[in-house]
């Protein structure tokens, strides 16, 4: 059973709706702020990835941007070591590149992401990321 | 004299270089988050506004998003009542719309902004917002 701790405590935008199983592991919480349309060609949204919970492995077919507003996790592009992210650090993640992110076994994640659209596609969502493969990275 | 106070105690971001005089009243700070270039047709930064500060009278050719991460402050779109603007707050603001926006008196504030991009123009600059102006939204 996966935790269903919403803790918003300090957190900028509200708690949002739970991120679908299907896409994410563990408990995150997704909080719409913009959606496409007009001059807008991407969606902004926030997330919060409780300890342990990360995305599954996905692709973007135009890069996301990811905002760290709080908290402590990880970015990992497929066959690169992992990258440390903590509260105020940007990551431009690139067109086409396998990837996931999410929080630490031991701290929440907080950030904001700006997905861009590639015609109506922000996404293609993978397999999960495994726990061998999250243990190798938080440790 | 304006205010040089660069306090930036509990923000997300590091502290930006001073907003340009010709375009903001009173002291700001812009950390530029993401560039322009590729799949990414915004800019990305953040900005901090002293007590008092604000934005010059100024238009985007394809809107801006802002996204309120601390602080009080306001946004007026010229011949309507300005609107209050608070931390969690998300302002989808439309191409060419006159509009200013800035701290109030007594609090900073401290935005994310995502400025679209129409060509190589992202912003069109135009008057100050006077002290009558500003004291009739900030009393």
């Known amino acids: 059973m996966e935790t269903t701790n919403n803790n918003n405590e300090g957190n900028i935008f509200p708690i949002g709706e739970r991120g679908p199983s299907d896409y994410f592991t563990g408990a995150t ?10 001059d ?8 919060l990835f409780e300890p ?3 995305t599954t492995w996905h692709t973007h077919p135009a890069g996301q941007i990811l ?12 066959g690169m070591s992992a990258q440390s992210l ?31 659209y590639k015609g109506d596609i922000n996404v293609t969502w993978l397999n999960p990321v495994t726990e061998e493969e999250y243990s190798s990275v938080s440790k």
């Open 67 to 78: 905002l760290v507003t709080d908290g402590q996790g990880f970015y990992q592009v497929k």
């Open 29 to 38: 919480w997704i909080t719409p702020l913009v959606q496409k349309g007009g």
């Open 52 to 54: 342990g919970a990360r």
């Open 86 to 116: 903590k509260k105020g650090d940007v990551v431009n993640i690139p067109a086409n590149v396998e990837h996931w992110h999410g929080a630490s076994k031991d701290n929440r994640l907080v950030h904001v992401a700006i997905s861009n």
């Open 40 to 47: 807008i060609d991407y969606m902004v949204a926030s997330v």
